[in-house]
Structures are given as C-alpha cells and as structure tokens.
C-alpha cells in the first residue's frame, strides 16, 4: 500500500460542468501523475507533476488541467466536462529515491452525460 | 513516442496450466513495470524489471533490455490470476512517464 487515495471514487455528471478529481498521498513522494483508462486500452499519461507547482503535460492533456499547491495533493480539474472524457481516472506515485515503480491509486470512474 | 505492443491480447487458461505473456517495445528503456489489473480495476505491482529475470511465487519475468523484450511468465495458474496484464515502459528517468502496452486479458478457469 503506497498511501495513495483518490476522491470521488465515482462520478456522473452533465456535459459542460466543472468536474474536479482529488489524489492524496500520505508519504510525501515527490512525483505524482494522473492517467486515464478507457476500455480496450491500456492507461495513457495526462499529467504529471516533479513538485509543488510544478507540473507538465502528457500524452492527452487537452480538456485537462492540474494543480499541486501542497506535496500531499494532486488535482485533476475538467473545466467543462465531454462525453469523451468518460474514463476511468488513476493517480499514481513515483518517489524516485529507494525504488523506482509507480504505485497507483484505486481509480476514479468518471461517467459524462 | 514508444511503442509498447503485448501478446496475445487474450488468453483463457485451464486452472493448472502454465502460460507466458509477451512485452515488445520499440526503444531503449530505463524503467519496465508488469502490472496486473484485477476484476475490481485495481492496479497491482508485479515486477519492476528493466533487465535481468526475477520471480516472486509462481510468477517470474525476464527481461532482455538489448532485443526489446520482456516476458512474464505464470505457473500453476488460479482463478484468481484472471483479469489483464500490462507491461509499461518509460524512457527518461527524469520524469518516469510511463507509456502501456494495450494488456493480455486472462481468464483462468476453474
């Protein structure tokens, strides 16, 4: 268990609202990401943060942005939510100095209307 | 970018039977990860194994970083091996963004 919680564990939601994801980490890893799950497919980086506001983009970032204001919170924001990003959404973590494996969270399924 | 392609993408196993996943991946990599995603959708570390072979039970993996591959094999198999494999493979060490293979769904049958 690498400490790691994501918020809400499921969503539904209308096309067009705001929709924000939470990722927790309670072991102060200096990377975090965010993936998306979409069936037949294998996850896909949307993106990523190296520390405190700092972050960069992934794969397939467009319709997304982040925010890390603390080491412990990650943030997935959709500013105004498409039937298209209908996925299910994991958090992973990367502490880079004993181990070097991601850890991910237990996802967050997110359905668009 | 890399390309990470796994095989087979299916695979239904008799409970006993042994099998072998494969990993391809277009380029050199610093970092490769077997995950198994089980049927509620959690994400299970299996191996972190940029070369060489380790095993843990009756799963091992080998991979052989100069031809691009990994394989990961599993003995023995149960029922609760079932759900879909990935391998994922990352080039930088800086920012270790991984990128997937599309995964082997596995069914073991009882």
């Known amino acids: 268990d690498a400490g790691i919680t994501q918020s809400p564990r499921h969503k539904v939601t209308e096309t067009g609202t705001p929709v924000t994801l939470r990722c927790h980490q309670t072991e102060n890893h200096r990377y975090m990401y965010w993936y998306r799950q979409d069936p037949g497919h294998g996850l896909r980086l949307i993106h990523y943060?190296?520390?405190?506001?700092?972050?960069d983009k992934g794969e397939v970032s467009d319709g997304y942005s982040v925010s890390r204001s603390k080491t412990e919170d990650f943030l997935l924001t959709l500013e105004s939510a498409t039937s298209s990003q209908t996925s299910v959404y994991f958090c992973a973590i990367f502490s880079g100095n004993s181990y070097n494996e991601q850890f991910f969270g237990p996802g967050t399924r997110l359905t668009v209307l | 970018g890399i390309q990470v392609e796994q095989s087979p993408p299916d695979l239904i196993l008799q409970e006993g039977a042994n099998s072998t996943l494969r990993c391809n991946f277009s380029?050199?990599?610093?970092?490769l990860q077997w995950f198994h995603q089980n049927p509620w959708g959690q994400l299970i570390n299996l191996f972190y194994?940029?070369?060489g072979t380790k095993q843990n039970g009756r799963l091992s993996a080998t991979t052989v970083a100069t031809e691009r591959y990994s394989l990961l094999y599993i003995s023995s198999s149960q029922t609760t091996d079932s759900g879909v494999y990935f391998c994922?493979?990352?080039?930088?060490?800086?920012?270790?963004?991984?990128?997937f293979g599309g995964g082997t769904r596995l069914m073991v049958k009882p």
């Open positions: 194994i940029p070369s």
């Open positions: 994922a493979v990352d080039m930088n060490n800086a920012g270790n963004m991984l990128t």
């Open positions: 380029d050199s990599v610093n970092n």
């Open positions: 943060s190296y520390g405190v506001k700092d972050t």
